[in-house]
């Protein structure tokens, strides 16, 4: 059974990088074809998707946060990242990683989910 | 992008009853590519049906989503204790993927 676990800090200065790894146990994320994702969700708000990476070194990114945004792996760990600049309070959510499913761009397998405040 | 629309914002229903959750895109999802999660409080979401009307693994046969184009449902045929949450629909048809904003089933 495929795990996945967010892990980095809970509190970000304005207009500092966010920084975030996730650990995946269970399976290894450079076998099975899968795409390796992040998407937040804002505090009582809907999920909003920020991109994904396959092991063969894809990225995909949502427009909006491209400017900023970059995920990145570290195979030999089984680990990926986030890293999103220019942080502002905006960016205050929830930050689950996540494992695309085989059959399209929806996510069967979710960390339980970590949240970083955007603060000075 | 998509813009995916849910209702009710709230259903208050009891245990045993019919649940049908709506979610309407802004432009036909042309491929049916859509997905329903649940989600309950202090967790991550569940992958209940993909494609509109496919059941992920492991999730129970009451659970069962419709729809084409513009309109999509999720019906829960028998309310369970454990159905009490949030569930959100997902547009993976056109980039960028969107989600709704979430239609919570309450216990009335």
């Known amino acids: 059974q495929v795990q996945l676990q967010e892990s980095g800090p809970g509190l970000v200065k304005p207009s500092q990088t966010l920084s975030l790894t996730c650990t995946v146990s269970?399976?290894?994320?450079?076998?099975?074809?899968?795409?390796w994702s992040w998407i937040r969700q804002h505090p009582g708000k809907g999920l909003e998707w920020i991109g994904y990476?396959?092991?063969?070194?894809?990225?995909y990114y949502n427009p909006s946060l491209r400017s900023r945004v970059t995920i990145s792996m570290a195979a030999s760990e089984n680990q990926f990242s986030l890293h999103l600049a220019s942080v502002t309070a905006a960016d205050t959510a929830v930050y689950y990683c996540?494992?695309?499913?085989?059959?399209?761009?929806?996510?069967?397998?979710w960390g339980q989910g970590t949240l970083v405040t955007v603060s000075s | 992008e998509i813009v995916l629309t849910q209702s009710p914002g709230t259903l208050s229903l009891s245990p045993g009853e019919r649940a049908t959750l709506s979610c309407r895109a802004s432009?036909?999802?042309?491929?049916?590519?859509l997905a329903w999660y649940q989600q309950k409080p202090g967790q991550a979401p569940r992958l209940l049906i993909y494609?509109?009307?496919s059941r992920a693994t492991a999730i129970p046969d009451r659970f069962s989503g419709t729809g084409s184009e513009t309109d999509f449902n999720l019906t829960i045929s028998r309310l369970e204790p454990e159905d009490f949450a949030v569930y959100y629909c997902q547009q993976y048809d056109t980039s960028p993927q969107t989600f709704g904003q979430g239609t919570m089933v309450e216990t009335k």
């Open positions: 996540a494992r695309r499913f085989s059959g399209g761009d929806c996510y069967d397998h």
């Open positions: 269970g399976g290894s994320i450079s076998s099975g074809g899968y795409f």
């Open positions: 494609a509109a009307s």
């Open positions: 990476m396959h092991y063969s070194g894809g990225t």
């Open positions: 432009q036909s999802l042309s491929r049916r590519y």
